[in-house]
């Protein structure tokens, strides 16, 4: 059974860092694809943020230069370093892999940017 648990969600002042964390189980971490989404409120959600299985890394056109996906095969994990922040930035964070033709989400983490 695939699971993934995000965790990190802040509250942060604009201008601020924060780093997210997605921990995966019940499959072969290693061999998959990883992303970031976030969905605000009323707003459809979005990709943040991608990494394949060999490390290459894409990015939403809102997010570059600001935010940084990265991996750790032998913890399982995925990270979202996220700086510069602002208040659009807002939204519910959800981690997501693809697992024979199937989508798996966390259950999101809160991400709030303001003063």
């Known amino acids: 059974q695939v699971q993934l648990v995000e965790s990190g969600g802040d509250l942060v002042q604009p201008g601020g860092s924060l780093r997210l964390s997605c921990a995966a189980s019940?499959?072969?971490?290693?061999?998959?694809?990883m992303g970031w989404y976030r969905q605000a409120p009323g707003k459809q959600r979005e990709l943040v943020a991608g990494i394949t299985s060999s490390g290459n890394t894409n990015y939403g056109d809102s997010v570059k230069g600001r935010f940084t996906i990265s991996r750790d095969n032998a913890k399982n994990s995925v990270y979202l370093q996220m700086n510069s922040l602002k208040p659009e930035d807002t939204a519910v964070y959800y981690c997501k892999t693809l697992v024979r033709r199937n989508n798996y989400w966390g259950q999101g983490t809160q991400v709030t940017v303001s003063s």
């Open positions: 019940g499959i072969i971490f290693s061999r998959y694809a």
